[in-house]
């Protein structure tokens, strides 16, 4: 496709359960990201891949979160045991490579945690 | 800690006058800043960045002002239209950790016929 492709663009759930966000880049690029965007807030870094690999995930809140983009395009952001405070906009984002500054963000899951 | 911040969560101007949108930062390992759109419902979109090797890059009405010294940067939309409501991000990265964007909270730009 043209742009960044997320889904779903909206996912309720109860706390608890687990949830998958899924993520398709922009062809050809290689640097993927995941962003958190809570109300009143701008976009909390979460993490990057470069290829297949996870480069920094050093913005993963806990353990309850994990990423995976095994084959170097589709990444998925699982998040286990959802709380309420999980419920954010999750924004996806790519790029031609993991030096360039300027992403290509997605319109975002929002998840709702009751 | 708020590492970017936009103090004033909205803005309005009348169409045909200047916009100006102000973003401080504190961390001084940050070189390189970017500004993104975002209209309801969409993703943000790269809007205009510079580097902090400059103090001031242009895109057609967009211009952006870097004061290293006061740790400062500003927006300037000349002139403004309609079509430019929309919340608008202040983002820092710093060398080395490129891939990192911080962002600020926002503001909010209402550009009134």
């Known amino acids: 496709g043209a742009g960044v492709s997320q889904t779903p663009s909206n996912k309720v759930t109860e706390k608890g359960k687990y949830v998958e966000l899924r993520c398709d880049p922009i062809?050809?690029?290689?640097?993927l990201y995941w962003y958190r965007q809570s109300l009143g807030q701008g976009p909390e870094f979460l993490i990057y891949?470069?290829?297949?690999?996870?480069?920094?995930d050093s913005g993963l809140p806990n353990d309850r979160f994990f990423a995976v983009r095994p084959e170097g395009s589709v990444s998925t952001l699982k998040i286990q045991r959802t709380e309420r405070g999980d419920s954010a906009v999750y924004l996806c984002?790519?790029?031609f490579g993991g030096g360039s500054r300027e992403l290509f963000f997605g319109e975002g899951s929002r998840l709702t945690v009751l | 800690d708020q590492q970017v911040k936009q103090n004033s969560p909205s803005l309005s101007v009348q169409e045909g006058r200047i916009s100006i949108l102000n973003c401080d930062y504190t961390?001084?390992?940050?070189?390189?800043f970017l500004w993104y759109k975002k209209y309801p419902a969409e993703g943000p979109t790269f809007l205009i960045s510079?580097?902090?090797?400059?103090d001031k890059n242009e895109d057609g009405r967009f211009t952006v002002f870097l004061n290293k010294s006061a740790k400062h940067l500003s927006l300037h939309i000349v002139p403004s239209q309609p079509g430019d409501s929309a919340v608008y991000f202040c983002?820092?990265?710093?060398?080395?950790?490129?891939?990192?964007?911080?962002f600020g909270t926002g503001t909010r730009l209402q550009v009134t016929l």
């Open positions: 062809s050809g690029h290689t640097a």
């Open positions: 891949f470069q290829g297949t690999g996870a480069a920094d």
């Open positions: 510079i580097s902090s090797i400059k």
């Open positions: 984002a790519s790029s």
């Open positions: 961390n001084s390992m940050f070189d390189y």
């Open positions: 983002a820092a990265s710093a060398q080395g950790t490129a891939s990192k964007l911080t």
